[in-house]
């Protein structure tokens, strides 16, 4: 794969392709709602649409990695190939896994999803760092040495984040926000590479003016955020803002017309509210 950095392969594909991350979230409901068996194969035909809608018309795509397990190594293995037809076409892959450990057993984390011998090699992975920021050290090294991103959760987009991301943290400030300050510390060295989780269902009540690196941005469409909702909320750091709708776009399907149409409009309708 490419020896350009993350930063300037994620700089490059938002402009060419915009700011919408899409996610494949293989949800039972929309499995029967497309009229396909819940199973592998019935995940496998679900990912295969989405491929044929997305590649070359949205910049990232996140699987949602839950929704694979959820068939054991036959989900695996849908989510494998997904992973690399999706890079191979040149679009970039978050994969949503939301890891979160101690710094050794995180190492290998990152290992399954950001080396890139791995089957599962993606372009990011989510992690969260509520075992504390430098228990992901060993991810972010990872990362950088082989030219990938880390999403770090900071503002959830779920209404039960609150408690724990709000608190307040010894030396004052809000977890969350101390979780955007480490951010802001480590991209000094190597940009871009710790990108931050802010949801876009709220006003996250973080001061991200140190900030410049990417933001991915859930809840736009089933969680109720809109465009104007994003505009607002990222007022001051709109460039790197990557929303991300999954169901939204997903009810489109199974229609690889009709998919592609929603992505496209949803993409196209959030640069122009970002503008
Ligand atoms: O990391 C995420 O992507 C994530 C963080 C967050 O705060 N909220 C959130 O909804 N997500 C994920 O984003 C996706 C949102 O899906 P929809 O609600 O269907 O658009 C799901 O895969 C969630 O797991």
């Not at 020896?3 to 996610?23: E, K, N, P, T, Y």
């Not at 809000?174 to 802001?184: E, F, L």
């Not at 465009?227 to 607002?232: E, V």
Request: glycine residues 8%.
């Amino acid at each position: 794969m490419s020896h350009r950095s993350w930063s300037d392969r994620l700089r490059a594909a938002v402009a060419a392709r915009g700011r919408l991350c899409v996610g494949i979230d293989p949800h039972p409901a929309l499995l029967e709602a497309w009229e396909l068996p819940r199973s592998a194969d019935g995940l496998e035909v679900f990912a295969e649409l989405c491929v044929e809608a997305f590649v070359g018309e949205v910049a990232i795509v996140k699987p949602q990695v839950a929704f694979f397990e959820a068939y054991g190594s036959a989900g695996y293995a849908v989510l494998e190939r997904t992973v690399s037809v999706l890079r191979d076409a040149g679009t970039l892959v978050i994969a949503d896994a939301k890891r979160g450990d101690i710094g050794t057993t995180m190492d290998a984390y990152a290992q399954a999803w950001l080396e890139p011998e791995s089957p599962l090699s993606s372009d990011a992975v989510t992690v969260s760092p509520y075992l504390g920021f430098d228990s992901l050290n060993e991810t972010v090294e990872r990362a950088v040495r082989h030219h990938r991103g880390v999403f770090v959760l900071a503002r959830t987009s779920n209404a039960e984040g609150a408690t724990l991301q709000q608190a307040t943290t010894t030396p004052g400030g809000s977890v969350a926000q101390s979780i955007v300050d480490a951010a802001v510390v480590r991209n000094r060295v190597d940009p871009d590479t710790v990108g931050l989780v802010v949801g876009a269902t709220r006003d996250h009540g973080l001061d991200l003016s140190d900030y410049t690196g990417p933001i991915l941005a859930p809840g736009l469409g089933a969680q109720g955020a809109t465009i104007a909702d994003l505009a607002d909320i990222f007022r001051d750091c709109r460039e790197l803002v990557l929303p991300n709708s999954s169901r939204g776009v997903l009810a489109a399907g199974p229609s690889v017309t009709a998919l592609r149409d929603a992505a496209t409009r949803l993409r196209d309708d959030i640069e122009a509210g970002l503008a």
